[in-house]
Nanobody, 114 residues
Framework: QVQLVESGGGLVQPGGSLRLSCAAS????????MSWYRQAIGKERDRVAT???????NYADSVKGRFTISRDNVKNTVYLQMNNLHPEDTAEYFC????????WGQGTQVTVSS
C-alpha cells in the first residue's frame, strides 16, 4: 500500500533552517510528482512546493528563495530544505502525491519561535 512518512520537523528560531524528509513506498516513486503542503491552525492546507518527475520545481510565492524541494529517486525520498524561517512558516507540513487520488503523509510539525 502507498505510504508517505514525513520526518524532520521541530522547533527552530526565526532565521533558522530545517530539512524535512518524506519517505515514499508502495508505488513507482520516480513516475510521480511530489509536493509539500502545510496547514497552520485554523487555516486551510496550502501547497508549498512541487517537484516533477524530471526534477523541475515550483513554489508558493511566500517561500520562493527560502525553500528548496528536491527528490532522490534511489532512496524514494522527497526533501524540503527550509532556510530563513519566519514565525508565519509555523504549521503542520504534509507530503503529498496524486496517484488517481490524493495520498498524504501523517504530517510533521514545524514551529518557528524565539
Amino acid at each position: 500500500q502507498v505510504q508517505l512518512v514525513e520526518s524532520g520537523g521541530g522547533l527552530v528560531q526565526p532565521g533558522g533552517s530545517l530539512r524535512l524528509s518524506c519517505a515514499a513506498s508502495g508505488f513507482t516513486f520516480s513516475n510521480y510528482a511530489m509536493s509539500w503542503y502545510r496547514q497552520a491552525i485554523g487555516k486551510e492546507r496550502d501547497r508549498v512546493a512541487t517537484v516533477g518527475t524530471g526534477g523541475s520545481s515550483n513554489y508558493a510565492d511566500s517561500v520562493k528563495g527560502r525553500f528548496t524541494i528536491s527528490r532522490d529517486n534511489v532512496k524514494n525520498t522527497v526533501y524540503l530544505q527550509m532556510n530563513n524561517l519566519h514565525p508565519e512558516d509555523t504549521a503542520e507540513y504534509f507530503c503529498h502525491t496524486w496517484l488517481g487520488s490524493n495520498y498524504w503523509g501523517q504530517g510533521t510539525q514545524v514551529t518557528v519561535s524565539s
